[in-house]
């Protein structure tokens, strides 16, 4: 037999395609993204047995590739290399979306200086591709020369798309992991205690799906009043979480300095078009309660409108004007003004309550209404649940609260909880504090000179938190007020450090404090100040 007719050996070649193997093997699922791609572009090297292989990814411009992994050339990652789309030798693969060999290094066909420094002599590289579309660049490089063949391109391409499904699914896990995390983080950990109102939230993911942009918010308005806030960023994953982040901080913002809820939402929308435009879309509804006048102030940015019970009627969705979503150009903004009597329940959610891919959303809204009646808001938001969402996985996320308003008749000191403050240590938070204080004082009867002594103790510390614990770098102070039978106890913290009294005639403020309660307690320690304050109910009545 002629030397033409014996057959080819492929034995080098079935080793190096049973090599592949081990470029995504299970053994490395318990690594993370970075720790994942430094293993992999080891084994690649050994793979084809060349000198360097790196990893660019698509920024989210999707302009420029970055150097995000590497092995053998290692300064491309820790100097922050950027190649523009198009451009050298790694940006006309991206740009291509094909394979490119080089055996010629230099200006002219590398952006990147440091290969040359590095004396790279040959480059092969790929696009990695995820359903067609480029998300980064593969390249192998050696320092001596080499002439990479049509099956090292194959082969690099069969490896590219491994790595490129690989990052692709961890990436997409890592995300769904902070989109969660961030969501979270972000709702109130504990809802405001409001003297003569209750409420109760409840958030659940999305058990099918990807993580969306949902949430809720309550917090005090420098008026003496509060904010409830729900919405609904148009989009899912990490990035809608990013969105809802983002217009949660500004709408809290804007709230500090508008008395209004369709103003306050036009200031967002604003915001939203100058500086996000065609990036951002959500749904908001806001509204500003006020205790004295009993009204609710609403302003609805295309969101589903709330559902009110009264005690002896039915529930019914309160016929709110609804305008355009945050981010789509709209005409001015409107308030609906509502009266919530005592004994009243409201009820704020999102479309992932109410709405199924087998029903209308008419039916679920009329499920919802079925579900919601007068009573405390715990029941209600068990009962909602458990009506509308039950056994089965949410499709998107769900978030839920209820408000009721108390009745004055036999709603005694001992249904009273705690009343909670996290507000700016600003000097305008100082009348908040004292409004919220008074009518908690007076819900939990507390008598004129008990009220008074309290607002003189706490206020004195809260001063001290706004003027001394931050200086121009403004934080947070906490209040917190609960009782203790016989006894109301006070908790004031801040996260700064208070300033030591400059003279003798400084430092009286604490003796303020001692004059005016039964036990003064001041905590100074790392991590800010802690004042205890404990005032007994029953002194008023034996002065």
């Known amino acids: 037999m002629s030397r033409s007719d014996e057959p080819p050996d492929t034995s080098a070649a079935d080793d190096r395609w049973g090599r592949i193997e081990?470029?995504?093997?299970?053994?490395?699922?318990?690594?993370?993204?970075?720790?994942?791609?430094?293993?992999?572009?080891?084994?690649?090297?050994?793979?084809?047995?060349?000198?360097?292989?790196?990893?660019?990814?698509?920024?989210?411009?999707?302009?420029?590739?970055?150097?995000?992994?590497?092995?053998?050339?290692?300064?491309?990652?820790?100097?922050?290399?950027?190649?523009?789309?198009?451009?050298?030798?790694?940006?006309?693969?991206?740009?291509?979306?094909?394979?490119?060999?080089?055996?010629?290094?230099?200006?002219?066909?590398?952006v990147n200086p440091i290969l040359r420094q590095r004396g790279i002599r040959a480059l092969l590289g790929v696009p990695l591709l995820s359903s067609g579309r480029v998300i980064g660049v593969l390249h192998v490089g050696t320092l001596g020369a080499r002439r990479f063949t049509h099956q090292d391109v194959k082969l690099l391409e069969v490896v590219a798309d491994r790595i490129a499904s690989t990052i692709q699914t961890r990436r997409a896990d890592v995300e769904q992991t902070a989109a969660r995390v961030l969501q979270r983080s972000l709702l109130p950990a504990r809802l405001p205690v409001v003297p003569g109102l209750e409420m109760a939230a409840r958030y659940v993911p999305a058990q099918r799906g990807e993580v969306g942009g949902d949430w809720y918010d309550v917090f005090a308005l420098p008026s003496g009043g509060f904010c409830i806030v729900i919405g609904d960023v148009v989009g899912r994953g990490l990035a809608a979480a990013h969105i809802m982040a983002q217009l949660r901080s500004a709408l809290r913002a804007h709230a500090l300095f508008g008395s209004d809820p369709a103003e306050v939402l036009g200031r967002l929308d604003q915001q939203v078009q100058h500086f996000d435009r065609q990036k951002m879309m959500a749904t908001v509804q806001l509204a500003m309660f006020k205790p004295v006048a009993e009204r609710l102030y609403i302003s609805s940015a295309g969101h589903p409108p709330p559902v009110l019970a009264l005690p002896g009627q039915p529930a019914a969705l309160v016929d709110v004007s609804s305008d355009a979503p945050v981010g789509v150009r709209s005409r001015p903004r409107h308030v609906t003004t509502l009266t919530v009597p005592p004994g009243a329940v409201l009820c704020f959610y999102t479309d992932g309550l109410v709405e199924r891919r087998d029903s209308s959303l008419d039916i679920g809204l009329q499920r919802l209404c079925e579900a919601v009646v007068p009573g405390p808001v715990e029941s209600v938001c068990t009962s909602v649940m458990g009506q509308l969402i039950g056994d089965t996985p949410a499709d998107d996320d769900v978030a839920l609260l209820a408000m009721r308003r108390h009745t004055s008749a036999g709603h005694g000191s001992g249904e009273i909880g705690p009343l909670d403050l996290v507000i700016p240590a600003q000097p305008w938070s100082l009348k908040t504090i004292r409004d919220a204080m008074r009518?908690?004082?007076?819900?939990?009867?507390?008598g004129p000179r008990v009220i008074a002594d309290l607002l003189i103790a706490v206020g004195e510390a809260c001063t001290n938190a706004v003027e001394h614990a931050y200086g121009p770098q403004r934080g947070m102070v906490s209040v917190y007020l609960e009782l203790q039978p016989p006894d109301v106890v006070a908790t004031v913290e801040d996260t700064g450090r208070w300033?030591?009294?400059?003279?003798?005639?400084?430092?009286?403020?604490?003796?303020?404090?001692?004059?005016?309660?039964?036990?003064?307690?001041?905590?100074?320690?790392?991590?800010?100040?802690?004042?205890v304050i404990r005032r007994r109910l029953a002194r008023a009545a034996a002065r």
């Not at 292989?53 to 150097?67: E, G, H, K, N, P």
């Not at 009518?439 to 507390?446: E, I, P, Q």
């Not at 303020?512 to 307690?521: F, T």
């Open 22 to 110: 081990s470029v995504t093997d299970a053994t490395l699922a318990h690594l993370n993204v970075e720790d994942l791609l430094a293993e992999l572009l080891e084994r690649v090297r050994g793979l084809f047995e060349v000198d360097t292989a790196v990893v660019l990814l698509l920024d989210a411009s999707a302009r420029d590739l970055i150097a995000t992994a590497a092995s053998g050339i290692e300064a491309e990652v820790r100097q922050g290399v950027h190649i523009p789309v198009g451009e050298g030798f790694a940006g006309r693969i991206a740009a291509d979306k094909k394979p490119v060999i080089l055996e010629q290094i230099d200006h002219t066909t590398v």
């Open 439 to 446: 009518r908690w004082l007076s819900a939990v009867g507390a």
């Open 499 to 531: 300033r030591r009294p400059r003279d003798e005639h400084r430092g009286r403020g604490t003796l303020l404090m001692r004059s005016c309660a039964d036990e003064v307690r001041i905590d100074p320690h790392a991590m800010g100040t802690k004042v």
